[in-house]
């Protein structure tokens, strides 16, 4: 056996020579083989940080020309679950039941044994935002002007896009309130919050403009 740590990466040769106990001995011919201390380079394909997906799915590469093989595994942080082979050219998948923050790890190995390890971080999170209106008319109310504004609070762990829509039509982006001049007659206001993962939630409220004075029908 012959330990190589302590060699510069790079070619070498190497021969052995065996002596018996009268001093004749005999040398082998040079080996030639390369020493390698370097790891394998991993890299993840584009990985979701956020998913509501019950089952999730990985892609990863490795640059290094001398990569021989490598195990994945899909866990909890703190946990020790034994990793399963995997290989780039399909990915890997593995089932994410319980919503909260999960690592997806690769152990790569080349050809000379050495070992690196890659984890990438994501988050589970099937829980829609937590939506509702703080300002603007009640929903079914009669209002006697025609610039009518709602505000609403949204609430969720990851980053949330909101868009609204009058009537139906003209879907914007918003941000915690919006406003519109409307003409005389019922209108239906409609602002839908999206989080990182996909989920969504949804409020809206009906109104009644009268204008010019108009009495009120109810």
Known sequence: TLDTSGLAEGPHQIAARAFDPTGNNGITANLEGQVDHTAPGVTFDSPATVTRETRAQFGFQSPSADFDGADCVSQRPGEDLEPEWCDPSEGFAADVPAEGEWEFTVYATDRAGNVSTATHRFVVDR?????????????????????????????????????????????????????????????????????????????????????NGDPDPN
Not at 135 to 160: C, F, I, L, M
Request: glycine residues 8%; aromatic residues 6%; charged residues 20%.
């Open 127 to 211: 829980t829609a935002p937590q939506v509702a209106f703080t300002s603007g008319p009640a929903d079914a109310a009669t209002v006697q002007k025609s610039n009518v504004e709602y505000g609403w609070s949204v609430d969720d762990a990851t980053a949330v896009s909101q868009s609204c829509t009058w009537d139906g039509v003209d879907v914007s982006v918003c941000d915690g309130t919006a406003s519109k001049s409307l003409p005389k007659g019922d209108h239906t206001f409609r602002m839908v919050a999206t989080d990182a993962a996909g989920n969504s939630s949804e409020i809206s409220r009906k109104v009644t403009v009268l204008v």
